[in-house]
């Protein structure tokens, strides 16, 4: 394997490592997509960032003249990156339908469009799927065609160009806009790597982990790959929850000096796993801790969970295994797939293969009891500092706390209550402190797995 990063100058490093660093948060780059000044970085670096990618991740860059388009390998399934609302609330299955439709009718479509014209298109397809339409004198369907609308602007997919679409959601008799299509960015968007209608099950996007890898040289460096490509995406790899082969790679001395080099970032190993830490902010999707409620009151939680483990060591039960995570979700993601649509003829079979089965690891066992117990004790100290939309609703702010830290792996949900994972141990010595007209969370700053007690 080549050096990471082989032809850059050390002074030239940092530059470099910004743009993978954007490239991996930011997989569609184009002209107005994330800012102005994200393609040329990428451009710049292109073949060096096409090189190294590929080499330590088995990912493929691919660049147009407006476009840069990262193609990942995908080992896992994954419910924490949705397609976002302008509000920020992640897309429905009706907003992601739409914006498929949408889409389709673009890539069918001339430069320009309107917006009605655009929702007659997707109309007409919609009412051919059981379950789904999109009635235009309905303002629920018209705010979430939009929705995918406003998502595709973003990324430079439509430009406006006249009119306005707020104003037509409100009042499309009298309302409309207009927006020039980039075909070119159409296309890069979606880029399927399989037949959809060939596919029996969701399982059957990922990557099988060995592909067409042969012989033991390939096997080995297709596991190395692997292994770094799950650093890079999990918030947290714990040696119990992979194979013993991907444990070895995990542990190889190479996997840190390549990742630290290509993203700039320090990765962190411990006796349970490993990590890689954000420093700069501008890696993850999801920021921990950062502001709104239900993040400030999941860093409470967290403390507040930490104490309890380490005190009164609670019972430890298994924790459901990465496999068994992703047999769970593609059930639940299979059974809304239009099984009619499949072309029996050519359809896989099932899934991809899987890596062995693990042994479950266990953890420390809370109650849902508990847990609420804890989250009234903190609205009762905490709770006017809380947006007001949730502190007459201590179960749902719970509910929204248990989510966030169960995406970052620092609890596992079960039946009845949560698993402490190790990753919490992180948070134990988190303080809050109490000001004259805002209260806000506080968080040490210590590495993974090693956080010193707050004074």
Known sequence: MSKVAENVSSLELADYQRAVRMLLSNPLITDVHPNRAA???IRRWADQLRADLHEVLGYRLVTTANTARLLRAQDELDVTRPARTKTDRPFDRRRYAYL???????GRSGTQIALSELAEAVSADAARIDGLGLDTERKPDRDAFVDAVAWLAERGALALADGSAADWVNNPDRAEALYDIDREVVFAIYRPSRVLQHMRSVTGLLDS???FAQGRHRVREAASRRARRLVLERPVVYYADVSEALRGQLRHPGLIEDLERLTGQAVERRAEGVALIDASGRLSDLRFPSGGTPSQAALLLSAR?????TKSKPPALPAPTAAERDTALAARIDAGLPVKGVMDELSEAGPVEREAAVEAAVHPFVTDAWLRSAM????NTYGMAFAVAWRGDPDRLLSEALNLLASLRLVAR?????LALPLLARYRGTTAEVRPRARRAQSQTDTLFDVKEAQ
């Open 39 to 41: 393609l040329p970085l």
């Open 100 to 106: 498929v439709l949408t889409l389709a009718a673009l």
């Open 209 to 211: 982990g060995h592909g």
């Open 305 to 309: 969970i930490a104490a309890y483990v």
């Open 376 to 379: 009234t004790q903190l609205m």
């Open 414 to 418: 079960v039946e009845g209550g949560v």
